[in-house]
């Protein structure tokens, strides 16, 4: 009907994430973006309520405006956060005003009691696609560097859902990358020995073993200089690395591991290498960081 592919798309990405889910479910549309304060205090909020409601059949889409132009036009969006509420596919409410959690809430119950949204329990679906939405939640925010929020949502759902192995994966990698190596350490060793054994958690093991040589900031820093002073010392090498890596420092420990690599790849049964491979798998094979340094990687060993 006169739209460009990019427009088309634009439109399918909103029916299957926004109308599709509207037909049961009460949708929560944030319009935000990335440069936008207000926007990132408002998203917390959002998501807190979101995920408390979503037994009741409440679920948030967030559109970003600069990445979704076409959609924010449609829906004559003239400045961010703006929120609405959509049901069968038709907005039923402007949030945009309801700032704290409990003008949202107060907003949601009279929602709630006007229309016939179906909860969670009466989906033949229900929780496993409430799931999934929150985890991709938790997990886009852990993707924006928001250790602490994504920690929190994840914490969250975990509450609703104690059994699964994403979740728990989600909320241990979170703490991770904030920080907490010891808070995520624990969330670890309380998941029952079946849920450990998960291979979701594969990657989780490998990331708690890693966050094991955490060091304060005065021994890394003694581990740095003593690196920078014995660079043929393949031991002060490779206590750097690992504290680096564990500090969250993935260039500095790559580097090093990578120089390793070229002056003596076969010392100590290849440890630099290995080391170098398990911090590939803590991070995630997928992930843009682990993509660049196994291209070094590979140019290193086969030119």
Known sequence: MGLSLDEQKAVDRFRKNVVEPSMTQLVIVDFWAEWCGPCKALAPVLEKVCAE??????????????????????FQVRSIPTVYAMFQGQPVADLTPARSESQLKGALDQILAQIPVQPSASRTDDGAA???????????VLAEGDAARAAGIF?????????????????????LAGGEAAEAQAVFAALPPEMQADPALAQVKVALELAANQVDDSELQALRAAAAERPTDMEAQLAFAEAAFAAGSRDEAADTLLDMIRRDAGWNEGAAKARLLKMFEAVGLEDPWVSSQRRRLSLLLFG
């Open 53 to 74: 409601y979503a037994d009741k059949g409440v679920v948030l889409a967030k559109i970003n405006v600069d990445e979704e132009g076409f959609i924010a036009s449609q």
């Open 130 to 140: 409430d799931i999934a939405q929150l985890v991709a939640m938790g997990e886009a």
């Open 155 to 175: 914490a969250q759902i975990a509450e609703m859902a104690p059994g699964n192995a994403e979740v728990a994966s989600g909320h241990v990698r979170a703490l």
